[in-house]
C-alpha cells in the first residue's frame, strides 16, 4: 500500500516515515487480505471510528484524524499508481475535535523544575521553556548554533519540523541560565533527556505534564508579557508563518503579571538552580 521508501527520496524526516509505518502497519493488519480497490469509504469510517488506545478506550478526536491524514496519503499514492480507481479516504468523516487552551506549567511548576533538574539537563529545559524549541528539536541542538555573543539559537532546516531554518532570540534570563553551561559543542540535551526530565517532573510534584508543556509555555507567556506587538516575532521564533493563528492560540491564556514573573526567572549569582524573583526582576 505504501513505500516508507519513496518518501526517503523525497526528504521526508526519519520521525515523519516512521510515523506513517506505525498507522498504515496498524491498518493492514485490519484489512488483510483484501486488496486497494476493495477498501470503501464505509470501511473506512468504522475502522476509524472503532479505533482504540492501549487503554481499550476510543481515541482522541485529533489522532484519530492523525489516522485519516496518514490514511489519505497512502490512497493517493495509490491512486495514482492504478492500484485503485478513488481515494476513499476523502469521502469519510473527520472527528470534531473541540479546541481547548494550550497546557502550561505555572511560574511556580518551573521554578520547582529548574531547581530539581540534574545540572547536566538545566540548558535543554531552560531552551525549552524560554525559546521555544520543540523536544525533538532540542534533542537535535549543538552547542555550535547557539551563539551567546550574538544571543541567537539557531534552529537549522534539517533539525526543523517544518525543514525552515529559524532564529531565536536569547532572552536576558535564558543567557543567565546557559552561560555557567556554554561550550564550543557537542549535544545541549543529555542522551538520557527524557529518562531525567521525568525524573526531575516527579521530584517537582508535577503529576500532569500538558503536551508540549515548553513550547506552549513560552509562547504563552511570551505573548502575554510583549503583547501583540510581539505576535509577529514569537510566530517566526516558533517556526510558524501567521502571526494571527499564533495570537489566537496563546493569548489570555496567563495574566500580564505571571508574565513578568516567568521572564524573571534566573539562577542566582553562582549560577546554580536557585530561583530568586525578586533579583531576577
Known sequence: LFRSSGKKADGASHRYIKDLKSRLNQFAASFEGRTVAEITTTDIDQWLRGLTNLNGKTVAPTTRNNFRR??????????????????PVTKSAKAKVIESAAGILTVEELSRLLENASEKLIPAIAIGAFAGLRRAELERLDWKEIDLQSRLIEVTACK????????????????????????????????????LLERAQKAAGIDD?????????????????????????LALELGHTNSNLVF??????????????????????????????????
Open 209 to 233: 505534564w500538558p503536551n508540549n508543556a515548553f513550547r506552549h509555555s513560552f509562547a504563552s507567556y511570551y505573548l502575554a508579557h510583549f503583547k501583540r506587538a510581539g505576535a509577529a516575532e
Open 248 to 281: 489566537q492560540h496563546y493569548r489570555q491564556l496567563v495574566r500580564p503579571k505571571e508574565a513578568k514573573r516567568y521572564w524573571s526567572l534566573a539562577p542566582n549569582d553562582t549560577g546554580r538552580k536557585l530561583v530568586g524573583f525578586p533579583r531576577a526582576a
Open 70 to 87: 496518514i490514511l489519505n496519503v497512502a490512497f493517493n499514492f495509490a491512486r495514482d499508481r492504478g492500484y485503485c480507481v478513488n481515494n
Open 160 to 195: 526543523a519540523k517544518s525543514a525552515r531554518r529559524r532564529f531565536i532570540k536569547i532572552k536576558p534570563n535564558l543567557l543567565l541560565w546557559l552561560r555557567p553551561y556554554a561550550k564550543p559543542n557537542g549535544p545541549v540535551a543529555p542522551s538520557n533527556f527524557r529518562k
